[in-house]
């Protein structure tokens, strides 16, 4: 779980999407925010929790499909 507090404005999505994909790269396969500590959020924070949670799945689906450079034989 990542708790977050205080106002999340455009002055800090880009260190809050940075930190989100950087926590979601070692926990997986979920990853929870905890916004109850939040006061005040703009939609440039919201913007940051969208680009996070896409870059995440990006790399669940990454990982899925198999490590980079093997690919299945073709016919």
Do not use: K
């Amino acid at each position: 779980m990542v708790p977050l507090r205080g106002e999340i404005d455009h002055s800090v999505t880009n260190e809050l999407t940075e930190a989100l994909l950087s926590y979601g790269s070692v926990t997986r396969p979920r990853t929870v925010v905890d916004l109850s500590g939040v006061t005040f959020m703009d939609s440039s924070a919201i913007n940051a929790l969208i680009a996070a949670h896409q870059g995440m799945s990006a790399l669940r689906d990454a990982a899925y499909r198999g490590r980079p450079g093997i690919s299945a034989a073709g016919p």
